[in-house]
């Protein structure tokens, strides 16, 4: 993901730009993913998803991962060690999610569900 300061035409064709505000645009396809403050950080998928690594430690199965909305939106699901409450046994997961379109900050939560779409 890159940014680049939002720039339009004005209504007699003069370029403008806006350094208040920037533009987060995906690398490999040039599609815009969504306009947000100068003051937004960008955090890479690799950086975001290392940091999960880096949180787990070993022991920890990664399920699966997905970009939603053309890539506004991405995460990774992994299995936590089985866990018992009384004499029931369960395998909670650790989501991830990352946003790229200033809607969404960083997330870390722990859910029962084997979260795999978005509905």
Known sequence: MVQAPV???DEVGSLRVD?????????DTGRLLGVVSKDYTVVQNNEAFSFTD???GEGVQYETAGSLKGGRATWVLAR?????ILQDAYSPFLLFMNGH???RAVTVCMTPVRVVCWN
Request: aromatic share 18%; proline share 4%; charged share 30%.
């Open 54 to 56: 880096y949180l787990l």
């Open 101 to 103: 379109d200033g809607t």
């Open 19 to 27: 350094d208040s505000y920037k533009v987060n645009y995906r690398e």
């Open 7 to 9: 720039q339009w035409m």
């Open 80 to 84: 936590m060690p089985e866990q018992r």
